[in-house]
T-cell receptor, first 115, second 117 residues
Framework: KQEVTQIPAALSVPEGENLVLNCSFT??????LQWFRQDPGKGLTSLLL?????REQTSGRLNASLDKSSGRSTLYIAASQPGDSATYLC??????????????FGKGTMLLVSP | GAVVSQHPSRVICKSGTSVKIECRSL??????MFWYRQFPKKSLMLMAT?????????EQGVEKDKFLINHASLTLSTLTVTSAHPEDSSFYIC?????????????FGPGTRLTVL
């Protein structure tokens, strides 16, 4: 059974710092890996999706890397801003015998960026 | 593009009543939709996979008679929590599956907060 772990569970940094969020998964047979952002009481916003054949994806100040063989991904946030404060979720997908893919989520990293 | 809506966003009901939550893909067709449940400070847990025109596939431990899923069209799936009790209070999120030649991705709705008194 796939297990996804995110470290740290919570992180508090001053504005402007660069930071790294970590995600590890136990089964490397994944289809893709996604990083999401969730604001309190809200749904999920997809940030980056990395296919299993890719090593990294970049969007603005965000960069996500994937090392499938070691079961690890990192989300790098450059020049953090108070608006980045949210919970960041990592999820890996796999295909089921029925032909569709399902996502397994980590518990998230709660990020607080102070002005 | 790839927008998913949920209705209602918040519902409060008395114990014993049934509550229906709708999930719609607004600008694409989704043969497969997913229903998740999230408890406070916990991860999203997949409850069931909803396939258009067929029965839903439930994850282990999820009561199919408690959580009724209907996926009658390519843009609408509904989750009905039957005879809701306080322990059913949770945040329910749906997602819709979108396939392109390049990749397969799930797009998530904004969630529904259910409070059962």
């Amino acid at each position: 059974k796939q297990e996804v772990t995110q470290i740290p569970a919570a992180l508090s940094v001053p504005e402007g710092e660069n930071l790294v969020l970590n995600c590890s998964f136990t089964d490397s047979a994944i289809y893709n890996l996604q990083w999401f952002r969730q604001d309190p009481g809200k749904g999920l916003t997809s940030l980056l999706l990395i296919q299993s054949s890719q090593r990294e994806q970049t969007s603005g100040r965000l960069n996500a890397s994937l090392d499938k063989s070691s079961g690890r991904s990192t989300l790098y946030i450059a020049a953090s801003q108070p608006g980045d404060s949210a919970t960041y979720l990592c999820a890996v997908s796999r295909f089921t015998n029925s032909g569709y893919s399902t996502l397994t989520f980590g518990k998230g990293t709660m990020l607080l960026v102070s002005p | 593009g790839a927008v998913v809506s949920q209705h209602p966003s918040r519902v409060i009901c008395k114990s014993g009543t049934s509550v229906k939550i709708e999930c719609r893909s607004l600008d694409f067709q989704a043969t497969t939709m997913f229903w998740y449940r999230q408890f406070p400070k916990k991860s999203l847990m997949l409850m069931a996979t909803s396939n258009e025109g067929s029965k839903a596939t439930y994850e282990q431990g999820v009561e199919k008679d408690k959580f009724l899923i209907n996926h009658a069209s390519l843009t609408l799936s509904t989750l009905t929590v039957t005879s809701a009790h306080p322990e059913d209070s949770s945040f329910y999120i749906c997602s819709a599956s979108l396939w392109t030649p390049q990749r397969h991705e799930q797009f998530f709705g904004p969630g529904t907060r259910l409070t059962v008194l």
